[in-house]
């Protein structure tokens, strides 16, 4: 996370996709919406 200077989970996931460190983006935002965010590294849970 040093490298990418981001400060918030939103920016780390938008640094991870941007750098080509995600195999997979259908499997990796699957696995971010069993989590409660989305695509873009919101939450979404409301619980």
């Known amino acids: ?9 939103s920016e780390y996931i938008q640094y991870l996709k ?4 995600i195999k997979s983006s259908e499997q990796f935002d ?3 919406e069993i989590n409660g ?4 590294g ?4 409301t619980q």
């Open 37 to 40: 965010i989305d695509e873009d």
């Open 42 to 45: 919101n939450y979404t849970s």
């Open 30 to 32: 699957a696995m971010l």
């Open 1 to 9: 996370m040093i490298n990418s200077k981001a400060t918030t989970l």
């Open 18 to 21: 941007s750098s080509g460190m």
